[in-house]
Structure formats: C-alpha cells, structure tokens
DNA sequence: AGAAATTTGTTCGTATGTATA
DNA sequence: TTATACATACGAACAAATTTC
C-alpha cells in the first residue's frame, strides 16, 4: 500500500501535466485538498512539503500554496547529500564541474545572446579592475555563471548552479585559494579573458583553451 | 522566522557531517526527535518528508527512519517537473542525454573496469541475438547505462539514470521508435556494437563515433 | 508461536501567526 | 481597523507494521 501523503504528489502532476495547473496558481487551501483527496490535512502537509522539496510548491503563511519554478535548491541539496554521504570526492566535484563547463562552452559559442556577450565582458572588466579578493570572487563566479547560461541548457544550467551552491557551502576557501593563487601568477585575468571573449566572439579553440588552463590551476591550487 | 520543520533537515546534515550519522543507521524515535529539538511530532514528520524526498531517509512503518542513498528518484523529479513546467522541449532532452554520454565515453574509455567491460559485451550479445523490439529496448537501456556507469561519475551517473527515468515515464514511445527505425535500417547493432567495443577496448574515436551516429538516428526518429 | 512493546502512519481538534480585502 | 481566509504548529489518540520477548 502506498503511503497516503505520495497521494497529493500524484494529484499535482496530473494537474500539471493536464494542463489545469501553471507556475503561479494556487492550489486549493489545505482543508479543501484535504476532503478533496479523502486524507487529513497533516497527511497532505506531509505530502505539500514533498513538492516543496522538489522545487514546484510555495507555501506561503496566510496566503496559500502557490506553484512555483525553484529547482537549484533541490539539486544543491541532492548534490550536497551524494558529496556528504557517498563519500565523493573533491576530485569528482571539481571533474563534474569542468565537464559541465566545457559542454556549456561548446553550446554557448553558438546561443549566446547579445546581451549575454556584453555582460560577459562587463564581468570580465570589473575583474580586472577589482581590488580585493572578495571581489575577484564574485566577478569570477559572475563570468562562469554566464557562461554556463548561455548554453540555454536548462538542465546543465540547474546543474552548474546546485554545484556552485555546494562548493560555496561545503568547500568554501577553495574558491578563494584558486583565486589568490592564480592572481600571484597573474593568470587570473588572462584565463577570463579567454573564457570571456570565446563566448562573445563565438571563439570554440580559445574557450575550451581557457577552461583547460583554468582548471590546471584548480588542480593546482583547490587544497590551499 | 524559519519554517520550524526545517530544522531537522540541517539536524541530519549536522550529524552526518559531524559523523555520527551513516547510510544505514537509525534515527531517533520521532517522538524522541520532537522532544530532542523541541517540536511537535507532526513537524518533525514534515521534516523527515523532506529528507525522504531528497533520497537521504527511509522511512519504515513500525521499525524506523533510517538514512539511505537513494538519489536517483529526487532527480527524477526534478528533471521531470522541470520538463513538465518549464517546457522543456525534446530537443533540449536528448541534448542533454548526449552531453553526458559523451562526456561519459571520454571517462569510460579509461576507467571501465573489467566486470564492465564484460558485462557491456554480453548486453550486446543479447541484443542482437534478441527476437523482439521490447527485448531490444532493454538491451540498448543496460548498454547505455553501463557505459555511463563506467564512468564512475557519481553526478554523471545519478543525472543520466534520471534523464533515462523522464523518458521512460513521458516520453515513452520515443525509445521504441527509435529502436524499430534503426532495426529497420540494420544500423542498431552497429552503433551499439561501436559502443560497446569502445569501452571494452578503451578506443575513445570510435566511441564518439558511434554516438554521434546514434544521436543522429535519435534525431531522425524520436519523433515517431 | 504468540503476546506485548515499540514505531511509523494517519486522523481530529485546537490555537496562533500571517496575509488580504 | 476589522474580519476573514489561510498556513503553521501543537497535542492526543488510534491504526498498522515491525520488533522484541
């Protein structure tokens, strides 16, 4: 017998998948969907905070239960629990990571949108001009964050996201070593800008370039 | 304020992190888990539904909450509101499907292990000794998923597993066809067998080769 | 084998905090 | 400001599955 909080689950993808529920629409309130569904209104929270999990419910207190699009959370937290339990290395993490964005790459040289181009390099300005590390990091995940939205790839895109997530929380100083050790090198300019200008001039050579020097130097530099 | 039932999701990650948590080991009762962080029992339980639905608990009538590994179905979730909702066309799928096999040939050709090798080469023995569509579809799932196996990518592997549950379960036909068109055209064990030798004999040129012949036969007949 | 104890599954009733008109 | 609707939270009770003795 299937435990009866799987039930709303179900009911909220047939809704979905019939069309009759949007991102943004709400949901009956608790105690209707609770006669509507035949269980008590604890069991149909059980099973609210299920969709909540996955990313396509917003609960809101004294307002309602809303349809909504936030699946990075999700993941992270997918992502987050492999890398703590199943005893995952840095090593896979940082793979994952170059694997993601060497396909981004492939994708964005030929999606990336004009306005993309333009922010990209933006970012890639402030780098340069930055002055401290705290910032260099932010501009740093600024023009890797891009980059991988370019793809236009909605699932390699939640992916990068729920993997940058992990390592801001779970490896913290690793970004900033990387960043420390290649500006002492003064390389952290140069591998961004090769990142950078690949996807706005559409330059595949030169992007898949930058990433393979860009993580040699996280090879080099990710245990500090 | 943070959602009260929240707090026995960071509880879990703390105590595994801490080590006191492992795959396998029980949680406390959930009234002693109420009392523990001051809560309500039905609060708790919501709770323990969210780190059900990540894949991290186990939640067994009668004997227990016990902390598991089971990701693959969150991400089959996820994938799959994501497709349902953010129409996520096909297209942009079995793209995805062949960034990570590609990306898993590249690991595979490498870090196949002898069983795998092996057993790749038997999944190919039975597909073109198979005698109906519905036999093939399953030795082209097993080839496929051992060579992303081979990869021993956890992230790669819990993404495609995934992606290959979406299609099973929305776009079910599409595999079928695929197989019938290519059967139809004595390009099915070709292309598997391509594969297949790749990663037995580690030859990385012929794996891709054979991908891209086979996402170009997907392309001609996912449609039906 | 069987009874008792333990634990999760499910329900109801109630009270409180929050948003909205 | 008030009234209403709604989610949040708690406590108690019983059912169903499992474990223990």
Redesign the interface.
């Known amino acids: 017998m299937e435990k009866s909080?799987k039930k709303i689950v179900e009911y909220v993808?047939n809704e979905?998948?019939a069309g009759k529920l949007?991102?943004g629409d709400k949901l009956m309130a608790e105690r209707e969907l609770a006669e509507h569904l035949g269980m008590s209104r604890?069991s149909v929270?059980?099973?609210l905070?299920?969709l909540?999990?996955?990313?396509?419910l917003n609960s809101q207190q004294g307002s309602g239960n809303y349809?909504d699009?936030n699946?990075n959370e999700?993941?992270t937290?997918?992502?987050?629990?492999?890398y703590?339990?199943?005893g995952?290395g840095l090593d896979?993490?940082t793979?994952?990571r170059l694997?993601i964005e060497?396909?981004a790459m492939k994708l964005a040289v030929q999606r990336a949108t004009d306005e993309q181009k333009k922010m990209i390099m933006e970012q890639l300005k402030g780098l340069e001009e930055a002055e401290t590390e705290e910032e260099r990091v932010v501009f740093d995940k600024a023009i890797h964050k891009i980059l991988v939205e370019a793809s236009h790839?909605?699932?390699?895109i939640?992916?990068y996201e729920a993997?940058a997530n992990l390592m801001d929380r779970y490896i913290k100083s690793m970004r900033l070593n990387i960043i420390i050790g290649m500006q002492s090198q003064n390389m952290l300019e140069n591998t961004h800008r090769m990142l950078a200008e690949a996807v706005a001039k559409g330059d595949l050579e030169k992007g898949i370039l930058g990433l393979e020097t860009h993580f040699g130097y996280i090879e080099q530099y990710k245990n500090g």
């Open positions: 909080y993808k979905i998948t949007k991102p604890n929270r059980e099973g905070r299920l909540e999990n996955i990313g396509v349809i699009l699946f999700t993941m937290d997918v992502l987050s629990f492999m703590l339990l199943k995952i896979q993490v793979e994952y694997l060497r396909d790839n909605d699932f390699l939640t992916n993997l």
